[in-house]
Structure formats: C-alpha cells, structure tokens
C-alpha cells in the first residue's frame, strides 16, 4: 500500500510540475467553454501537486485523496474534449483508441487513489 501511495504520490507531483513546465499542452485540451484557460491549468496543477504531498503525510492523506478524486472528475471535460474533437498535443499523433481509452481510465486512478489510503 506505502509503495501504491508513494507512486500515485509521485505521478500527481510530476503531472503538476507539468502545468507549469509544459503550459501550452495542457492549453491545447481546454473545452471552449471553461473559463480562464491559463488560471485554470495552472490551478489544477497546483492542485496536483498539493494532493501528491498531502498523500504522503498521514493526517492529510484521506483529505489529499478524496481532493484528488475531486480533481480527477474535474478534468474529465478536458479528457472528453481531447477525444471527441481529436486534440492532438505531441507532434506524432496519438491514436484515437488511446484518446478514448484515457475515459476509463480516469475510473481507474480514482479507485487507485481511494485504494491507496485505504487501512487494511
């Protein structure tokens, strides 16, 4: 569980760190109609970052977690918008299975996360 907890730990800081390293991707997958498009990456990867610390200290870790599931559902738009208007961000072209594929996926780093803080 502490290795599950360190790795998804890991993942948010770094896809945080991303926000602000490289804004202009996360820019690109921006649905039209949210407001605020910088403010609102780099929010989200402050936001990344806090939930990736605070799961590493135990009286912030289910906070930290049910945050990041927060977080998670919030940024689903951006997911759904990459895939159905096919946004590209890399200069060799993500399959669109692989665009679609990240959906589910968001279910599955909800429960990772949950998981990982849960006491056995």
Avoid: C
């Amino acid at each position: 569980m502490r290795v599950l907890r360190l790795v998804i730990a890991i993942l948010f800081m770094g896809a945080g760190a991303l926000h602000f390293i490289n804004t202009d991707l996360y820019l690109k997958i921006m649905p039209p109609y949210i407001p605020w498009h910088l403010a609102m990456v780099y929010i989200s990867g402050v936001a990344e970052i806090a939930g990736g610390i605070g799961l590493l200290v135990p009286i912030l870790r289910k906070p930290a977690a049910w945050g990041l599931v927060v977080l998670l559902i919030a940024v689903f738009p951006a997911n759904v918008y990459m895939a159905v208007d096919h946004i590209q961000v890399t200069t060799d072209p993500i399959p669109q299975a692989l665009l679609w594929a990240r959906l589910p996926m968001q279910a599955v780093m909800i429960w990772l996360v949950l998981y990982s803080v849960r006491k056995l």
